[in-house]
């Protein structure tokens, strides 16, 4: 398995090379310059994401965001951001909110493109996503099969991601098989996904909010608790985004490349900007025009990255353990909550929603995606499928895990980011022709 983790971290080394960081990083930058920053909207934004609509749609503008929060908002936000941590040093965080920050007009292009080239099924459904763009808007199937493919392949790695770590700390903390912790998780998300987008999105509404308020309570206690070292962690974060960081005790020196690397990769995974897996939710959401949803769409990377991620990656960063080089992903994640009384039990509780969501979440974008190739429903046996790869994940390593899942979204941003620059005249017509509108609400 060593052999098999070393391939795949070279793969993803090209793949996460310098080409890939520009891309994501040059169309941030260019949707913020060409739509006027419109990351200003961030709390009108808000605002609208809770007001109903009657507009066509499967789910309400709100049930699809917290059904992209929940596919967003996983074990990524916390194991992920400490294995960013621990492999890309504390700087890793400084590039992750940066990227975060440019991100949103990313998010708020692919959700404009894919409620406008969304389809509606016999059954009445709206279905949409980077594969509906590709066919639909720039008719390039080939391309749109190969989003598909990665995504299935994506939500696929992630029912091994979500499992795996859950099934690593449950072990640690409580000494419990990963056999039992896998089949408790199994039972409890087919008892949701088995009833389909509207089950799964009604799930989410009460689901979504309770975990994440859970969460940036936990962080904030950590945080306040360790105050003194809140200036110390700060200039670590700021210094070895821009200088690397050296070697202490066992660990290994990480460079300013390993830090920009991991920082927008983890990034990318946890928000899924440039990937175009959230848009896939904004397409089935009840909204009167594209803006609307891509407004509210991108509200999701300030959720998800810019308060959770960063409250979880300072108190990683501020408990220090990460210094030691011996710790990664779950194990660091729990040392840095291990100081307060009881900290590792509303960790684990914090985990197992995050997961739990995630795994609600992913299943249907992977039902989306299989879809998408057979032209027909096959919720049901997608997600029979989704639940017996879950069986696999709580065995196998986390580091592997981890790249695996890094190969995968690599792939779904190039065609997506392809459809992005090659239909940008229609993000910024139909910006310009709604976005007074909606902002007047």
């Not at 912790?181 to 689901?207: R, Y």
């Not at 809140?230 to 070895?240: D, Q």
């Amino acid at each position: 398995m060593q052999a098999v983790t070393e391939i795949v971290v070279r793969i993803n080394a090209f793949l996460w090379g310098a080409p890939m960081l520009a891309l994501i990083a040059g169309a941030g930058l260019y949707f913020t310059w060409k739509l006027k920053f419109i990351q200003q909207y961030l709390f009108r934004a808000v605002k609208l994401s809770v007001k109903q609509s009657r507009a066509a749609g499967s789910v309400s503008s709100f049930g699809a965001l917290v059904l992209a929060l929940a596919a967003m908002v996983g074990t990524g936000n916390i194991v992920g951001v400490a294995a960013a941590v621990s492999t890309g040093g504390p700087g890793a965080l400084f590039w992750m909110m940066l990227s975060a920050v440019f991100a949103m007009s990313v998010k708020y292009a692919e959700a404009v493109l894919s409620v406008k080239y969304r389809e509606k099924t016999a059954t009445g459904e709206y279905v949409g996503g980077p594969m509906y763009v590709l066919k639909n808007g720039l008719n390039m199937p080939k391309w749109a099969v190969v989003f598909a493919a990665a995504t299935a392949l994506m939500g696929f790695g992630d029912a091994l991601i979500q499992t795996n770590s859950l099934a690593a700390i449950y072990g640690s903390v409580f000494h419990i098989p990963a056999g039992w912790t896998t089949g408790v998780l199994v039972l409890l998300t087919a008892a949701v996904i088995l009833g389909g987008v509207k089950k799964i999105a009604a799930v989410c509404k009460w689901l979504v909010p309770f975990m994440a308020v859970l969460y940036i309570l936990l962080c904030l206690v950590v945080i306040l608790t360790n105050l003194p070292k809140l200036p110390w962690a700060v200039m670590c974060i700021f210094k070895s985004a821009f200088t690397g960081t050296a070697a202490l005790g066992g660990a290994v020196g990480v460079t300013v490349k390993e830090a920009v690397r991991y920082g927008v990769s983890r990034g990318v995974l946890s928000n899924e900007a440039g990937s175009g897996s959230g848009a896939i939710a904004a397409a089935a959401a009840q909204t009167p025009n594209p803006v609307r949803q891509g407004l509210i769409s991108a509200t999701t990377v300030f959720w998800d990255t810019l308060v959770i991620c960063f409250l979880s990656g300072v108190a990683v960063v501020i408990a220090g353990d990460w210094q030691g080089g011996a710790l990664f992903g779950a194990e660091l994640a729990r040392h840095a909550f291990s100081s307060l009384p009881g900290g590792h039990i509303f960790l684990l509780l914090s985990l197992t929603l995050f997961a739990f969501s995630t795994l609600v979440g992913w299943s249907y974008y992977t039902a989306e995606a299989v879809r998408f190739f057979v032209r027909g429903r096959v919720e049901k046996p997608v997600y029979i499928a989704w639940l017996a790869v879950m069986c696999a994940g709580g065995f196998l390593s986390p580091k592997l895990v981890w790249e695996l899942a890094d190969t995968a979204i690599a792939v779904m941003c190039v065609p997506n980011l392809l459809s992005l620059w090659l239909l940008r005249g229609v993000v910024f017509s139909e910006t310009k022709k709604y976005l007074g509108a909606e902002l007047s609400r």
